[in-house]
């Protein structure tokens, strides 16, 4: 580790609290339905998209039709994404010729999209067409964020409001998000992107002749404008195999430090929104200092565990720490920090190959997807799933003291608390379920690209990144198979959904509920002591649920690295 | 229920429009018109010919170039489309290794690289990013370290002093921006086109 590093790594932090509260304030006034600076341009587009769906703007929704209509809208986006893979060997925008994709990857991928988490058993470069790059995976990549961030403004919504029946209107919700929030500062983000070096172009590969004499045939694209709405929106789905690794979607230092200021800052800010809403910011800075500090703590382990490299390298007396997998131009921290951010956060873009980490190195990012990407998060699942542990926290809390918890002015009881530990129970259930099941069956063991621990983690990784949405992977298992296709398109779809409806079921009861002053037996949740208790609850649920597996995986792992095992 | 079936379907569409067809078309417009050299991906011309992108790393096998890391990528082999043969810096298919910390196939792998370089300049120790394969396997840069480290190789096979080519390494290397992000790093095409230009 070095001050250089660290440096970095504060800066970082810098950045991401500075802009919580004007992109906050921003958005706050988006799903208020004020005007804008940019109402004179979008407000009319925003119109005629209500006119030709016939939305009355004037009308909200039950939190049941809210999320009905939020389902709907996804069955539309499944079906476009998995019809132009199916299809894209007839359709134009072609060049390099790829033909269609197979039915069990197309639907993977279809999944994968909708839910935001962007898993790709596929390598772009080698598989799609530009065509399904761009009006299948660019416009999902929106609405899927969209999504996300409109859900917990639902769930805010639902703290913020007193005695009402409905949380909002889901069309006019995911149209201002579209319009006001992403698409502006995409426009902005793509132009810097391809000032750094980022292709966006509709051409064919390039042919090289390589000063060897050699042929290079070199992939390009429409990269920037699909890597600006992935970072922004925690999507992390990569144009290239490589992903954000890939000199061309990650070319500079520059570029690398802009993409992780991206991953974190609408998750952060909607902090802010929940402050806003609830009419007391500090709220919102609560709820981030315990981001922050898991977040942190975190960088730290897995910035120390690759600098501090593998027991092979010091062997063979190679030092500068774990560089395979990683990029000479982001080196130990950007690589680490990198990893820890994106999978905080659940977008699953990669710059390093995790599956080439070291074994503590390589568990924070798994950690933090077990524990439901609630450190920033991705843009509003974040949000939602971490009020999910603040309703435990409080309902903790109230246990200890005898009374009724409450929190931002609302009764915490029965419905709500049961609503939360569905929604926190349910993931477990599937990533330590689907990895008990596929190791131990022989086909998906093969598919393991390391032998001994390491294999077990490439699994358990893989079903802890699809369920919590995230999309980063230990890459070398080779996940395009019948088996893996169908569970973790499974996997994806109840991490996804079944986190969602619950979280809108306590919306809609909530939102009906009166509020109530603080009184003196109120326990304040802006203070040390809330942040403490939320921290504590995450870690005692996480660490019992996921523990065991961790250790069956990266923690026997580094103790067998330390004794100079090989597998 | 049933009144948010239209909205399902048109809302969607104009969405899909605008974010999807309208968005990067546009962006393919602007960004084409304002940075041309980079939108079509930083292509290197030499007597009118493509001969690599600034951005993506090539294989340097022959002595009298700096090589850059091992690369990991592969292709479709030829004989059995089901596998896949090394195919190293194929920017048609990136990807690293994927191996472990505990993986007997990196451990091999490293220990030959290291006795290969070992065998060529015995004076300095083994920079760590000449043996390690990176993340996409087109890093089209090494460390300075990584440079000068093969300096005596080159020099010797291209009958130049040493000196002279350090002093290229040492004009290609750039280091962190503004003293503070990234690594210091070479790339390696540029360096091997600077070094064909001195010679001449």
Known sequence: ?567 | MLREIRPAIFVLLALTLITGVAYPLVMTGVAGAIFPQQAQGSLIDRDGKVVGSALIGQEFKSEGYFHGRPSATTAPDPNDSTKTVAAPYNAANSGGSNLGPTSKVLSDRLKEGVEKLKAENPASPVPVDLVTTSASGLDPDISPEAALFQVPRVAKARNMPQERVRDLVTQNTQGRLLGLFGEPRVNVLALNLALDAAAK
């Open chain 1, 1 to 567: 580790m070095t001050v250089i590093g660290w440096l970095q790594i504060i800066l970082y932090c810098i950045v991401i609290v500075a802009l919580v509260k004007p992109l906050g304030w921003y958005m706050t006034r988006v799903f208020n339905g004020e005007r804008t600076f940019l109402s004179p341009v979008l407000r009319p587009v925003e119109a005629g998209i209500y006119w030709i769906g016939g939305v009355d703007e004037r009308r909200e929704q039950h939190w049941l039709t809210y999320t009905a209509a939020m389902l709907l809208f996804h069955v539309g986006g499944f079906l476009i994404i998995y019809g132009l893979m199916r299809l894209q060997a007839l359709l134009p925008f072609n060049p390099a010729g790829q033909s269609a994709v197979a039915e069990d990857l197309s639907f993977n991928t279809a999944i994968s999209f909708i839910t935001n988490t962007n898993w790709q058993n596929y390598g772009g470069e080698s598989t799609l067409s530009y065509l399904t790059q761009m009006v299948g995976l660019t416009h999902q990549n929106f609405l899927s964020a969209a999504t996300g961030i409109v859900l917990a403004v639902a769930l805010i919504r639902g703290f913020a409001r007193a005695s009402m029946r409905t949380v909002g209107n889901f069309w006019i919700d995911i149209t201002r998000c579209t319009l006001y929030v992403l698409l502006p500062i995409c426009i902005v983000y793509t132009l810097f992107l391809v000032w750094q070096g980022m292709p966006q172009t509709l051409g064919d590969y390039v042919e090289a002749a390589t000063l060897e004499g050699a042929k290079q045939t070199i992939a390009v694209g429409p990269v920037a404008s699909q890597v600006a709405i992935k970072m922004l929106g925690t999507n992390g789905g990569g144009f290239f195999n490589a992903n954000a690794a890939h000199p061309f979607e990650n070319p500079t230092a520059l570029s690398n430090f802009v993409q992780i200021i991206s991953i974190f800052a609408i998750g952060a800010a909607l902090t802010n929104v929940f402050g806003r809403m609830v009419g007391n910011q500090r709220q919102g800075w609560a709820i981030l200092a315990v981001m922050g500090v898991l977040f942190i703590a975190g960088v730290a382990i897995t910035y120390w565990a690759e600098a501090n490299s593998t027991t092979m390298m010091h062997t063979l007396g190679l030092t500068g720490g774990n560089m395979e997998g990683k990029e000479v131009r982001f080196g130990i921290v950007a690589s680490s920090l990198f990893a820890v951010i994106t999978t905080a956060a659940s977008c699953g873009a990669v710059n390093a190959m995790h599956d080439s980490f070291t074994g503590l190195g390589g568990m924070i990012p798994l950690i933090n997807m077990q524990l439901g990407e609630i450190i920033v998060g991705g843009v509003g699942a974040g949000l939602y799933g971490m009020l999910l542990f603040v309703t435990i926290s409080i309902f903790v809390a109230g246990l200890m003291v005898g009374r009724t918890p409450e929190y931002v002015g609302k009764k915490i009881e029965a419905r709500e608390v049961k609503m939360a530990m569905l929604a926190i129970l349910v993931l477990p259930l599937m990533y330590l379920g689907w990895t008990a099941v596929a190791v131990v069956l022989p086909g998906p063991v093969s598919a393991m690209n390391n032998a001994g621990p390491h294999g077990f983690t490439e699994v358990l990784y893989a079903y802890t990144s699809s369920t919590g949405n995230n999309g980063s992977a230990f890459a070398g298992l080779s996940g395009n198979t019948f088996f893996y296709n169908l569970t973790l398109a499974c996997a994806m779809f109840v991490g996804r959904f079944f986190m969602i409806i619950p979280a809108m079921a306590i919306a809609g009861s909530l939102a009906g509920k009166k509020s109530i002053p603080p009184s003196m037996g109120t326990f304040p949740t802006t203070g040390g002591l809330f942040v403490g208790l939320v921290v504590g609850v995450i870690l005692i649920i996480g660490g019992l649920t996921f523990f065991p597996a961790l250790a069956l995986g990266p923690i026997v792992e580094h103790l067998a690295m330390t004794a100079g095992a090989l597998f």
